[in-house]
């Protein structure tokens, strides 16, 4: 959806008395583990030029959407950032720290866009493959050693690809416990 289409879903959602989840991709298309593009208009933008447009984007889209008075109460940085965000894609820097650092301040930029909108607002990571149980342990980490600031470590779900529900509640029962975070 565009900016257009989301405070259609908004007002929609409030007229309704549902919150909302928005869920940023930061792409131009659809973004998943083997698709992370930035935007065209942000391809050739260094690390931190692209923190500052994710921060710019995040805050005035969601202003605008909540000026619909829809209740925002849960906002998706990221979707399937399993591998990166916004063309940072962390096998280009070798999963080094340096990838690490780039891809936590653009987590960040869009945390801190949700947290100047409201302190209310629950901030969701997004990944992938559950049944991986030590990709998943390592991305916590991950994000952990990197300061990243968010509430919820979420993760895609599909039963014919990424195991029993009995290891996603063990996957996701680890890191809330180690990293004191909600999870879905």
């Known amino acids: 959806n565009d900016i257009e289409a989301a405070c259609k879903i908004g007002k ?5 008395g549902l919150k909302l989840l928005a869920d940023f991709h930061y792409s131009d298309f659809w973004a998943d583990p083997g698709k992370q593009k930035a935007p065209k208009a942000w ?3 260094s690390v931190s030029q692209k923190a500052d447009a994710i921060y710019d984007f ?17 906002v998706q940085v990221g979707n399937e950032t399993t591998t990166g965000m916004c063309g940072i894609l962390l096998s280009d820097y070798d999963w080094s720290d340096e990838g690490w650092s ?12 949700v947290r100047a909108y409201s302190r ?5 990571l997004h990944f992938t493959n559950p049944e991986k149980t ?7 980490k991950m994000l952990s050693q990197t ?10 779900y599909y039963p014919y690809w990424h195991g029993t529900l009995s290891n996603l509640t063990s996957v996701l029962t680890s890191v809330a416990q180690t990293y004191g975070k909600k999870v879905m």
């Open 43 to 45: 391809a050739n933008y």
């Open 147 to 156: 300061k990243v600031d968010y509430d919820v470590f979420a993760t895609s």
């Open 12 to 16: 929609r959602a409030a007229d309704a």
């Open 120 to 124: 209310d607002t629950l901030v969701a």
């Open 102 to 113: 780039a891809l936590a301040s653009l987590f960040n930029a869009g945390s801190r866009a």
């Open 134 to 140: 030590s990709n998943m342990t390592y991305l916590a």
């Open 58 to 74: 995040t805050l005035d889209t969601l202003n605008k959407i909540g000026a619909t008075g829809a209740e925002i109460a849960m």
